[in-house]
């Protein structure tokens, strides 16, 4: 008879290939056909809450692999909460206003704005967002990320925009909104103002020059004539000067050089004497600062007078310790211009151009009028030195452009007034990474207010009323009004009528006696949107409450939307909207480089998609230590999708041997298994409880080595491999056989489960293929809980020393293998030398030891003349004499004791006689 066929070889149809790219999208559509996400809200919904709070990402463009690491953590999250006792759903959000939105109708789609209405481009625009919103959709679901996609929250949406008017108008009812002319980041670019948080800085060539002041009145301590030198590398800003600041208590000095006299900071003669090539400086005079307040200097090419002031920040790290001063054009300058009654001037216009306060340079562009006015410095003597330099400037973060202070009247938040409640939360909150706590609260403790006006169509309108007088009207019954017209009728009705029309009917004020009102035609800051989601969404919706208990986004959002989050709740409730706050780095390049369309490295997750899957792209975000900046590359890939592979092939051994089980009758009791199953269950409860704090410390990469490893040193060089011995050679019903397919069925269903979270494409596949399984999907399971494996107390030492050993064993059988004294281990009898007491009584307590060593024979000896020493035992390793089983391929002296099977071993024998003879 043919022996091979008495064997109960591995079976199963459970692909070796994965095929993820074409069976992926299938799965995804089955998904929907079943309304698997439904399911399992359902199967949670009694269950404790857990709300992750989507940061909504911006309607515009295809999704870039930061989106897909972003959305996938967040995925891992939910599927993982929702398989261990809470109900978890996931509601996706887009922020939806905005500047891009209307640079890419009248770019990219054409549109003529000048031809139509306010109103109507608005229309354009929100078609337009929610094209983009479909588009960026149906990426997100390709990712196998799940979620109520048929019912995310958009900030454009009338629901939201009123419940983000009630946010502005409790934040004005504490005194926290006020308007006010004060310098603001300013993007010529945008024609619009900006906050911190658009705000990236970018190197930047700009002139830098020295420029003589001369003094019309020195008070005394100056005489006419001298000349202060001030630095700058704004020459632009120098038409708006009205003064120049000194620090009180830093000394000053009157320097002669070649006639003239110089007054700079004396810690900065050294410096300025080597800029400026001055040859033998006498110092004539040394004062403190405080001595020349309210000297008065001239213009130098203006009939005006520039005062000297006093200002701490004042310091001497660069330039001459005398600050160039505009109050049109700097924070610094503005404040401390105001307490000397200096008016703000600002002579530049929305679009970055001169205007007539600034005669000679009038309908020049700021940047280009650079040359221009240091060549009118040069002219009128003033110019003392120019040169070039390259320095950090701050960019328009959406058009990539210069920005510039600029005095212009805005609407502001006062963050200062609530600033403490705001510090006293961020130490409250839970941060991952732990540094994220001190960046947000540094921002915070610097921040005075935040602009929060934009002079743009496509945005929610500030509702602001003014009276005929020109005083602003925020009221409860106005905010109530307009949160419940935008409500009915979303926000476009504050560009579809007049002021009169928007107001409560009936609606008087003493600031319009008359009955006539206006309204601001500004919008809010888009981060106003997005942060007001805590009241648009998590307490809008019944399946979300406030606070939420994770925020996870990009480590931008520190300046971006955990910061908007923070201030508008803080301000409104007097907490923060999130307990835990986690924040993931930017993907890189296999070199480290940013991708940029101009250096051809980057990567998109749809291609990612199409030639590896999203499994593979999943398992990449679940590998590397995604709270710093990650890379990604091809070959990075193709290391993922080794690992894949070998996860897989694990999954598809385990399942080829339990195509006989039936966990129903075949199952054998924990207590009556093998103390080599149990120790491998064991295994697993460790397992299974690293990698379930892991998920609950939101960390992945140890999740995926663990498995990894798990799944190539326990299950694979181990376990899986000696048991072929058992579990192909044995009868079907034996219990030692049994007892391994009840190991490898917890250990198949646990892995699946704990992988789901990750690759919930490939787990649904596998549990599919798993017999005995009653729900329709493993993502309508739970993972279990770790437990104590019965009958094991005291055990895992010895096994775990046994381990130590069969390392020395498999050290002696490689070495012998190079020698040639043997082909394959089963060739080997093995002799092996205790070197202490314990390594003697693990190895002669255990059955079948041969079996575990995967040789055809074993034996536990006192000595050996051809043994080697190693660690814990010493190894003699010989071929075996006694001929190979044609069934087993074992190497016994018993092979031929059996007249009816000359050429099997007695174990073979037996089995063939009994189960398949007669």
């Known amino acids: 008879m043919e022996y091979k066929e008495t064997l109960l070889m591995p079976k199963t149809e459970f692909p070796m290939r994965g095929n993820l790219p074409n069976k992926e999208p299938k799965r995804q559509e089955k998904w929907e056909e079943m309304n698997l996400y439904e399911k399992g809200q359902e199967r949670t919904k ?57 640079t890419a109708l009248t770019k990219k789609k054409k549109v003529d704005r000048k031809k139509m209405s306010i109103a109507e481009f608005r229309q354009k625009c929100a078609e337009y967002a929610m094209g983009q919103l479909d588009n960026q959709r149906t990426q997100f679901k390709q990712l196998g990320v799940r979620g109520e996609w048929d019912n995310p929250y958009i900030t454009l949406t009338k629901d939201y925009e ?113 800029e400026l090539e001055w040859e033998n400086p006498q110092v004539v005079k040394t004062f403190k600062g405080q001595e020349v307040e309210r000297a008065v200097a001239r213009h130098p090419f203006y009939d005006r007078d520039s005062l000297v002031i006093l200002g701490d920040h004042v310091t001497t790290d660069a330039g001459t310790g005398c600050v160039h001063t505009a109050p049109g054009h700097g924070e610094d300058d503005f404040y401390i211009s105001k307490q000397y009654g200096i008016d703000v001037l600002c002579p530049v216009d929305e679009k970055g151009v001169f205007t007539a306060q600034a005669p000679g340079f009038e309908g020049m562009f700021y940047d280009k ?83 929060i006006s934009r002079q743009r169509t496509w945005g929610v309108p500030i509702p602001v009323f003014y009276g005929e007088d020109g005083t602003a009207i925020i009221t409860d019954e106005t905010i109530e009004h307009v949160s419940k017209l935008f409500a ?14 928007l107001l409560p009917e009936g609606f008087t004020s003493d600031h319009s006696p008359n ?117 990604i590359s091809d070959d990075i890939l193709k290391q993922t999708s080794e690992a894949y592979r ?25 207590a009556d298994m093998q103390e080599v199953d149990r120790y491998m269950l064991h295994r697993l409860q460790s397992l299974l409880k690293d990698v379930r704090e892991s998920y609950e410390k939101y960390e ?118 190079n020698e040639k004294v043997i082909g394959k281990s089963l060739e080997a009898k093995i002799t092996v030398i205790p070197k202490d007491e314990k390594t003697k009584n693990v190895l002669t307590s255990i059955e079948e030891v041969h079996q575990l060593f995967i040789v055809s024979e074993a034996v536990v000896g006192e000595s050996n003349e051809n043994a080697k020493t190693y660690k814990l035992v010493d190894v003699a390793v010989e071929k075996h004499s006694a001929e190979k089983c044609e069934r087993c391929w074992v190497a016994s002296d018993s092979v031929g004791e059996d007249a009816e099977h000359p050429t099997l071993c007695t174990r073979c024998a037996d089995v063939v006689k009994e189960h398949y003879v007669g």
């Open 46 to 102: 009694d269950r404790p809450l857990f709300v992750l709070h989507d940061g909504p990402p911006y309607a515009n463009g295809d999704l870039h692999i930061g989106h897909a690491l972003n959305k996938i953590l967040k995925d891992f999250i939910t599927r993982y909460k929702s398989m261990t006792g809470y109900h978890a759903p996931y509601v996706p959000g887009w922020d939806t206003h905005g500047l891009p939105i209307e």
């Open 162 to 274: 009123a419940a983000q008017i009630k946010v502005f108008g409790e934040m004005a009812k504490k005194g926290y909104i006020y308007k006010g002319l004060k310098p603001v980041y300013w993007s010529p670019s945008s024609e619009s103002a900006l906050a911190e948080a658009e705000i990236e800085y970018q190197d930047k060539r700009s002139p830098s020059i020295y420029v003589a002041f001369e003094v019309a009145d020195g008070k005394g301590v100056l005489e006419q004539g001298d000349k202060i030198i001030i630095w700058t590398t704004t020459p632009w800003t120098i038409p708006a000067n009205l003064a120049i600041a000194v620090h009180p208590t830093l000394n000053y000095v009157a320097v002669e050089v070649a006639g003239d006299r110089f007054v700079i900071a004396e810690d900065l003669l050294e410096s300025v004497t080597e």
């Open 369 to 451: 009028a650079n040359k221009t006015i240091t060549e009118k410095l040069e002219e009128v003597g003033a110019l003392l030195k120019l040169t070039f330099i390259t320095h950090s400037y701050p960019h328009d973060w959406r058009t990539k452009k210069p920005t510039i202070f600029r005095a212009t009247s805005q609407w502001f938040a006062s963050i200062k007034d609530f600033r403490q409640d705001i510090l006293d939360e961020i130490n409250r909150v839970n941060w991952y990474p732990s540094w994220g706590e001190t960046r947000l609260y540094n921002m915070v403790r610097d921040r005075e207010d935040w602009c």
């Open 488 to 501: 009915k009728h979303g926000s476009n009705i504050w560009f579809e009528k007049e002021a009169n029309e």
């Open 515 to 631: 009955g006539k009102f206006t309204k601001e035609t500004d919008i809010m800051d888009v981060w106003f949107d997005s942060g007001s989601s805590h009241a648009g969404v998590l307490l809008e919706r019944d399946d979300h409450r406030r606070p939420a208990d994770v925020y996870l986004e990009g480590s931008d959002q520190y300046r971006g939307w955990f910061n908007s989050s923070l201030s508008t709740s803080v301000a409104v409730t007097g907490k923060a909207p999130y307990e835990n706050v986690i924040s993931h780095g930017f993907v890189l390049d296999g070199n480290g480089r940013k991708m940029s369309k101009s250096l051809g490295n980057v990567m998109l997750p749809s291609k990612v998609l199409k030639q590896l899957g999203a499994d593979i792209l999943r398992l990449w975000v679940s590998s590397v230590d995604y709270q710093a900046d990650v890379r």
């Open 646 to 670: 070998k996860i897989r092939n694990t999954f598809r051994f385990l399942l080829a041997n339990l195509s006989d089980f039936n966990p129903e009758t075949d199952r054998v009791e924990e």
């Open 700 to 817: 992945f990469s140890p999740i995926f080595h663990r498995i990894h490893n798990f799944c190539a040193d326990d299950l694979s060089s181990f376990y899986l491999d000696f048991a072929k011995d058992i579990l192909y050679i044995e009868a079907k019903d034996n219990p030692r056989r049994r007892s391994i397919q009840t190991g490898y069925y917890e250990i198949l269903t646990t892995l699946v489960k704990l992988l789901t979270p990750i690759t919930p494409h490939t787990a649904d596949e596998v549990w599919e293929y798993i017999p005995g399984v009653k729900e329709e999907s493993v993502q309508l399971t739970d993972i279990p809980d770790p437990r104590e494996i019965a009958n094991f107390k005291g055990l895992e030492e010895k096994w775990n020393h046994f381990m130590a050993v069969r390392d020395d064993v498999y050290k002696a059988l490689e070495e012998a293998r």
